[in-house]
């Protein structure tokens, strides 16, 4: 069974600094894909960023570039993802999501629970 579990979200204050973390199981990790996604109230769902595990190929989407690294251990199934310089309008739930192959956009195969980010003063 495949098993996405997110840890670390929490509220922040603006410019401050979170880490996501994305634990994974059920699956060969290093065939897959894992992205985060996130979905604001009203909004539509937005992929942030992404990282093919079997190369370290990272992407990002241009409202974070700059501010926001994934990471993966693979030797312990996690993904990460440290977020620099929060703004209000990152505030969302932040979804670890997971695909075969390569990233997908903000349409991926299994997801996890998710995980709340606030940033407000």
Excluded: H
């Amino acid at each position: 069974e495949v098993q996405l579990v997110e840890f670390g979200g929490g509220l922040v204050q603006p410019g401050g600094s979170l880490r996501l973390s994305c634990a994974a199981s059920g699956f060969s990790f290093n065939d897959y894909a894992i992205g985060w996604v996130r979905q604001a109230p009203g909004k539509e769902r937005e992929g942030v960023s992404c990282i093919i595990i079997g190369d370290g190929t990272p992407y990002y989407a241009a409202s974070v570039k700059d501010r926001f690294t994934i990471s993966s251990d693979n030797a312990n199934n996690t993904v990460y993802l440290k977020m620099n310089n929060l703004k209000p309008e990152d505030s969302a739930i932040y979804y670890c999501a997971a695909s075969e192959g390569w990233c997908r956009g903000s349409e991926y195969d299994y997801w996890g629970q998710g995980t709340q980010v606030t940033v407000s003063s």
